[in-house]
């Protein structure tokens, strides 16, 4: 059963830091590409942050924000958000998909709300 579970979402005070997770299972982790969305409400869904492995060992990483990073534990079967200097803007729900070709696989999200 293919799942991807977000973990680490939560309340943070505006100038916070959180780091999110995401697990998955049930699929080859490795050969996808992993990013991050987010959605606010009465907002369209977008893209924050991407990490693609090419070859065996050089990740492509991209992200919306300077202050948001994605990595990725191969190993671990992992996949990060670090997300640092939050703003009220950032509250949303973040979800974790995974890409290869025509498949995607996205969990149920993870919500992020920053206020004081």
């Known amino acids: 059963q293919v799942q991807l579970v977000e973990s680490g979402g939560g309340l943070v005070q505006p100038g916070g830091s959180l780091r999110l997770s995401c697990a998955p299972s049930?699929?080859?982790?490795?050969?996808?590409?992993m990013r991050w969305y987010r959605q606010a409400p009465r907002k369209e869904r977008e893209l924050v942050a991407a990490?693609?492995?090419?070859?065996?060992?050089?990740v492509y990483t991209e992200s919306k924000e300077g202050r948001f990073t994605i990595s990725r534990d191969n190993a671990a079967n992992t996949v990060y958000l670090q997300m640092n200097s939050l703003k009220p803007e950032d509250t949303a729900v973040y979800y974790c998909?995974?890409?290869?070709?025509?498949?995607?696989?996205r969990g149920q999200g993870t919500q992020v709300t920053v206020s004081s």
């Open positions: 998909s995974a890409l290869r070709g025509g498949t995607e696989y």
């Open positions: 049930g699929f080859a982790f490795s050969s996808y590409a």
């Open positions: 990490i693609v492995l090419i070859g065996d060992d050089t």
